[in-house]
Structures are given as C-alpha cells and as structure tokens.
C-alpha cells in the first residue's frame, strides 16, 4: 500500500496540528479539573440548575479552547513549539547546526532541555500517536452506533402499547410542565428501566409490568422524572456530550466533568419532578420502589436510576437540601491537578533576559543535509484513559443501578465507645470513637496517627452518617419488635385467664360429677333419666355447635363479599375520575377543534356537524377535507399513531387509539 501521500506537506502539517492540540488539552484540561473543583466547593447549597450550567458552560469552554489552539497552530506559518516558551531555546539538531561562540552549545535551564527532548520526541512521532488516537475514536464511534441501532429496534420492534389511563395521565404531566411536543409511551419486555428516547417524537419506554406492580404515585413520579429530561432537551445535549467524551476519551478531566454533568442533569430533573408532585417523601419512596423493584425483576437513553452510590446521594441531596462535594478521590485528583499547573506553569515562564553585556553571539550556518540522523528511543503510546462508567445515554446500554448502601461488617457499642469495621473505597477501616469523638484509626490494618486522622475525614464521615442511618433504623425495627412483645404479652394474660376459667369448669364440673354419682347410688331411676337427658343436651350441643360453625363460614364470606365490594367501588371511583378527566380533555380539545374548523371555513356553525380526525384524513359533516387543512388540524390534535377523534359519527363520540 503506497503511503506517498502521507508525506504532502498539508498532510503533514495536519497531523502535527491534531497531535499538539490533543497534547495541549492534556493541559487546558487541568485548569478545567481546577475550575470544576472550585465550582463543587463554592455552590454546595445552590440549586442544581446553576451547577449544571456553570460545569456544562466549562466544558464548553474546554472545547472552544481546544478549537481555538487547533486553529491557531494549524494557520501558523510556522511550527509553534509545543513545550517551550522560549524558541531560542528549542535547537532542533535535525534541522540546522547552531555555531555558539562565547560559550558551550548547552542550555542554561535543565528543563528547558527536558521539554525540547519531548517536543522533539512528538513532533517525530506525531503521525503514531495521531493513528492510535484516530483507531480508538474510530472503535467508540462504532460503539455508539450499536447504541442507536439499539435505540432505533426498540423504536420499532420491542414495544407494547401502554394503558390508555397512562397515555392519558402523560399528556396531562406533559402539560402540566409546559412541553407542546408530543409524548408516546410504551412498555417494553427488554428494557430494565425507565427511558426516554428521541427528539423531535419523544418516547417514554417503561419496564413491562411497572405500571402494574408500583403503586400510581411512584409511577407518576418516575414519568414526572422521564418528562423532566424532555422539557430540558437532555437526550439531544447528551448526544453532543457523549460525541465529545469519544473525542477526548484519554483526558481524565473531560471525563470527569463529562460524569459531574450527568449527576446534575439527575438532579435537576429530580427538582421538578418534586416542584409538581410537592412531595419530597413521596418521590424518594418511589426511587427507593423502583429500585427494589428492579433488582426483583433483575441504557442507550435518559434513563431514571443510577449507580448504588449516586442513588443514596440523589436520596440524601433530597432529604438534607445539601449538594454533594468533593469526595476523596476527587479532593486528590483536583489537588494533583492544581501542583501540576503551577508546575507547567513554573517551567514554561520564560527566563530572564541577559544584560547587553553578557549577550552571546548566535551565528546561524546554512542548513546542511546531515549525514547521521538522531535515533531517538521508541516509548510507547501512554494506555488511553478508560471512561467513567456512568452510562453513555442512547449510545450504550448502562449498567447504573440505584440500591441501597453497603453491609458492615461489625458495629459494636459499649457504653460511650463505639467500634465499627467497614470497607469504604477498597479500603478497610477499624474506627474506635468515645462519645462521637475518634479515638483510634487503623486503616488497611496500619494505625494512623492521631493528627493524620483529618485527612480521612471524607471517608469517615460517609461512614459516621451510613451508620447513623443504620442505627435509627435499628431502633425503629426495634421499636416494632416492643410493640410485638407487648401485644404478645397481652395474648398470653389472655391465654393464661381462658386456662384459669377452664380450670374452674373443670373443677365445678368433677364437682357436680360427684354429686351426680351420689345421686346415681340414691336413685338409679333418676340416673337412667338424667343420662337420657345428658344425651339429648350432648346432641343438642353438637347441633349448635354445627349451626355456629356454619354460621361463621357465613359471616366470613359476607366479609369477603363486603371487602371485594368495597375495593370494587374504589377501583368505580378511579376510573370515574379518570374519566371525568379524559371527558375534559376531550370536551376541551372538541371545542378548540369545532372553533379552528369554523375559523377555517370547514363549518358555518354548531348545529347538528359532526367531524372525523385522525393521522390519515378528516372528514366534516361527511365531506373530506383538503390535505392542507388535515396536515394543520392533525399537528395541532393528533397526538400519536392510530390517535382518532370522532365527534356525532354514527353515533360515536370520543377518543380511540389503535395498535
């Protein structure tokens, strides 16, 4: 394969620009991990919405930046060095020989020849390093095309129409949060959680069975959340960001920031889900459900769960009204990105110029073809930066789960001192504390000193907190535990008074057998009678004990009855209201559609007309009416595939939607 044209100096040229821009956002990325850090800290009780926009606007700029560097080193006349601030500097043995006189050819600052040795080093090896990148950038891409392939089969191939009171409840969520766009909803058997999918047609695909096994809040909640993403345009910004996360997959700050947006996109949608139930408790109940419901039953898209920690951090940025901060990785990654900063900046501020007296002359011989070329050490490409495992949405299936966290393995109390055990970030931790104070800290099995502990605060007070919550919950259940003591306690006073009575019928009763033998020996004639009698009371009993229990099999059922009655008329009272409601919207729609047909022409009043709409033709008073007039009452009342309202045609009156 011929290879000639690589070497066109245009090529070439484009090459090194890529190469050095990609190198250059290695750099511009570490001011962005500073400004991230800075933003986390400095908005910890703002509202989502302005952390989202304030992260996303960085990213932004980190990508007009790097824009910016590529179109500035590819319009430069000349090759810009990439290292060193000073090009006097920068000797370039494969170019030209440099003649020094006054001094030995060496340069005055270590780094500076440090730098030139890497900017050599890249500028010969721009084309490799261009390659690799090209080949990974190229594999993620078809990647995400999988996703949307995806996406595209469950569009059309691995849906099932949903309830006609849900599609009705999602217009009218739809509404409520100000969307004009129409909504589908769909169930599908080969997704795990809810999603959205779409643009223009957005689709809400839920798990088959959700809507049936959580109860009607938690699933308006979840849709509440999926409708969230919608009103945001959050699908068509995350394709733009995952696009941007395949160009930049070796720079861990992108994909750090990358990962910081989608949490807060969560967290916003979370925010106005509650804005509109106004209920707190309810949405984290429903959060909670789902996740159990999932991990019962065992994303390409704007999906509703996350990982197991994002979820309890979701639940706790609810419940306290306090946005995460830096974790301990992150304080590190944003502190190491801070050092080498100041370090970059440190070795590329230009040294100082020399008095005119010590001024060394440079003379500069005509370029000669060398003879022996520099052989420069092959290193090989640094292993690209793997991507957060935060779910690329509609590129690739994720695989976040929201649950609950994590198992101690030991927490015991004593008095005042507690000692607890636990795995927290790989690594183990032996916490011994008197009255909540910290008294000894052994991590990895290494004891820390007493004043290193506050460095692992981060860790210990996610751990503090978890067993807190621990704790109260033990009480609760314990406090259940009392009250099922106390009711069996009662049982038993109760038990144990039926024994006494029954003792003392057993004693009346072999007291009245003794006399009844005494009589026995007086009369046996009043014996015989007496057992005549006894049988016929015995038989007697028994029959009324026979009737008793036949009345009690009567008396439960009519309970059954009166209980499946009563659940009868409640399920009567829902769908009433439900279609009450879909009576309004119906009405409400009619008498907009009416008005617009007699605004166009198509009726000259109310009396006695009747009409016919739906994605194929409309029809009024019998007569079919233009193409133009149906393409402008169907975008305006169609709502769906197979959506059809009829108003007094042949006797039918309403909505109907076919598969």
Known sequence: MNFDHLNHPFIQKLIQTVCRTLLHSLWQGLLLA?????ILVSTRKSRPALRYNLLALSLLFFTLASGFTFFTLFSSPSRTSLFVADNTSAINTADTDVLITGQNATFSNPVDHSLSVLDHFFSQNAAVIVAIWLVIFALKTMKAGAGLFY???????????????????????????????????????????????????????????????LPANQV??????????????????????????????????????????????????????????????????????FQEYSL?????????????????????????????????????????????????????????????????????????????????????????????????????EPTLRDTVPGVYERIQTNGNVSNIETTKN?????????????????????????????SYHADIDEIMQEVKVARENAEIARGHAEKARAEADVMRKQAEGHRLEADKLRAEASKMREQANQTRMVAEDVRKQADVIREGAEKLRAE??????????????ADEQRKVAGEEREKAEVSRKEAEKSRVIFEKMQTELTNDLIKEGALKDKAGYSYKLNNDELIVNGVKQ??????????????????????????????????
């Open 626 to 659: 233009p193409d133009a007039l149906h393409q402008k009452m169907k975008s305006k009342y169609v709502k769906g595939p197979g959506w059809e309202t009829v108003f007094n045609v042949n006797g039918r009156t309403g909505i109907s939607i076919t598969k």
């Open 296 to 396: 019962l039953e065992n994303s390409y898209a704007m999906a509703f769960p996350g990982k197991r920690n994002f979820l309890l951090d979701r639940i706790k940025r609810i419940i306290y009204k306090n946005n995460k901060s830096l974790n301990a990785m992150e304080k590190l990654f944003v502190t190491t990105s801070l050092i080498a900063a100041t370090l970059l900046t440190a070795a590329f501020s230009p040294n100082e110029k020399p008095e005119p007296s010590e001024v060394t002359e440079h003379k500069l011989i005509t370029p000669k073809p060398m003879v022996d070329q520099v052989s420069w050490p092959a290193i090989p490409p640094a292993e690209p930066v793997k991507p957060s495992k935060e779910p690329v949405v509609n590129m690739q």
């Open 220 to 289: 308006e909640a979840i849709l509440l959340h999926e409708l969230a993403h919608i009103r945001r345009k959050d699908y068509l910004v995350n394709l733009i960001q995952s696009f941007g996360e395949n160009i930049f997959f070796f720079n861990p700050a992108v994909i750090w920031i990358s990962a910081l947006i989608r949490e807060e996109r969560e967290h916003c949608c979370d925010d106005i889900a509650i804005s509109v139930m106004k209920n707190d408790t309810s949405f984290v109940q429903a959060l909670v459900s």
């Open 544 to 557: 009324a004990e026979k009737q008793r229990g036949v009345a009690e099999v009567h008396r439960l059922k």
């Open 426 to 454: 790989n690594k183990r931790y032996e916490i011994e504390s008197v009255d909540g104070k910290i008294t000894s800290l052994r991590v990895d099995g290494q004891k820390i000193a007493e004043d290193k502990i506050s």
């Open 34 to 38: 500073i400004l991230a850090g800075v």
């Open 151 to 213: 996406i595209h089969q469950l569009k059309h191939h691995h849906k099932q129409e949903a309830d006609f009171a849900w599609k009705v409840k999602v217009i009218q969520l739809a509404e409520t949060l100000g969307i004009r766009q129409p909504v589908s909803l769909f169930q599908s058997g080969i997704v795990t959680v809810p999603m959205v999918v779409g643009i223009l047609k957005p689709i809400i695909f839920i798990p088959a069975g959700m809507l049936t096994n």
